[in-house]
């Protein structure tokens, strides 16, 4: 197995930066810390890169909020500059891990995403009969620290990369706790109820680490299981057959291998059912041969309309950004066989 050493240079070095700071600051240049940080850049990087080199880089507090998408959620925010510094992280790190996902994994992943998930899906769907629908128990909240970071250490060799991951690690512990219901797994002793544990959602080192962390499951569902027909995105996964005994079967095995993981399935929704019911997933029904939007996602998404409208007749927001919100809704409702739907939706909002 190929180790990697000798990577740190490249963290901390000032192009790398730069490049992540123009990707952390993507779509946020009228947010407040990220115009301070621009007004001196080049003085802001400097900071970072000198303290990466002498070891003196320490992570900020994070700032926490909810939001209802459709679930309430958790978001953690760290500061623009830790920010950046994450940013320079994966830059290095992510390739080593990215040849080495599934191609069936689709969060967080250049050139993957919930569209190309939505299509792979509906082609498994016709070509097996039925399909076994897993999520994870409170999934950020639950990733153990220690297990990512050996699983980290498993391929970097390089320990001055490794300290800068146990710094962020560190800097989000018992940011997601409340989040958390305490679940135990054989062989546990009273320790484990300190163990370390939970990735703040808003991190894009977690949406990274939570891949590197299912990684190794999902080569256990391909390569022992033997299941071809597999879709994972985030802790949402699928697999496919034309046998419920053997979906049975893989749901036990998935179940006892995620527990190595500390991870918990959610019981009542690990259900084996015929595709043609259609298949919920990422906001749509799948069907063999069309897709519906959940009737949730429209409803809350003209209500949403109507109260952008209001705020929009009291000065509130623009026109641009209502259009800007429409648009984005649109393109993801197109999506599926939603052509009457916005018709509706958009003419009565």
Request: glycine share 6%.
């Amino acid at each position: 197995m190929k180790t990697y050493r000798d990577l740190y240079a490249q963290v901390c070095s000032f192009d790398n930066l730069y490049h992540a700071c123009r990707a952390a600051r993507r779509g946020k240049r009228s947010v407040e810390s990220v115009a301070a940080f621009e007004y001196d850049q080049e003085a802001e990087l400097l900071r970072p890169r000198d303290e990466l080199r002498t070891g003196a880089w320490q992570p900020g507090p994070y700032h926490s909020f909810y939001i209802h998408d459709p679930k309430r959620r958790l978001i953690s925010a760290a500061p623009f500059r830790d920010r950046v510094v994450h940013h320079a992280l994966v830059n290095v790190i992510e390739p080593i891990w990215e040849r080495r996902f599934i191609h069936d994994s689709y969060a967080n992943r250049v050139g993957k995403g919930t569209h190309r998930a939505l299509d792979r899906c509906q082609q498994f769907a016709r070509r097996w009969r039925y399909v076994l629908q897993c999520d994870l128990k409170q999934y950020f909240p639950s990733i153990d620290h220690a297990l990512l970071r050996a699983e980290l250490g498993r391929l970097i060799c390089d320990e001055r990369v490794l300290d800068v991951c146990d710094r962020i690690l560190a800097s989000g512990v018992g940011v997601l706790a409340e989040e958390y219901d305490l679940q135990w797994f054989p062989g546990d002793d009273l320790l484990a109820a300190v163990r370390p544990r939970g990735l703040p959602i808003g991190n894009l080192t977690s949406q990274f680490w939570a891949n590197v962390y299912l990684n190794g499951f999902d080569h256990f569902v391909k390569r022992d299981l033997k299941c071809a027909g597999y879709v994972r995105y985030v802790d949402d996964f699928l697999l496919f057959g034309d046998r419920k005994a053997d979906l049975h079967t893989w749901g036990a095995a998935c179940a006892d291998h995620l527990a190595s993981l500390r991870l918990t399935p959610h019981a009542g929704r690990a259900q084996v059912y015929a595709v043609a019911s259609g298949i919920p997933f990422l906001g749509f029904r799948v069907y063999p041969s069309h897709r519906r939007l959940k009737r949730r996602n429209g409803v809350n998404f003209q209500r949403r309309l109507r109260s952008l409208r209001r705020q929009c007749a009291e000065g509130q927001v623009t026109w641009s950004q209502i259009t800007a919100s429409v648009q984005g809704w649109v393109n993801h409702a197109r999506y599926g066989d939603t052509w009457r739907l916005r018709q509706v939706v958009l003419s009565h909002a």
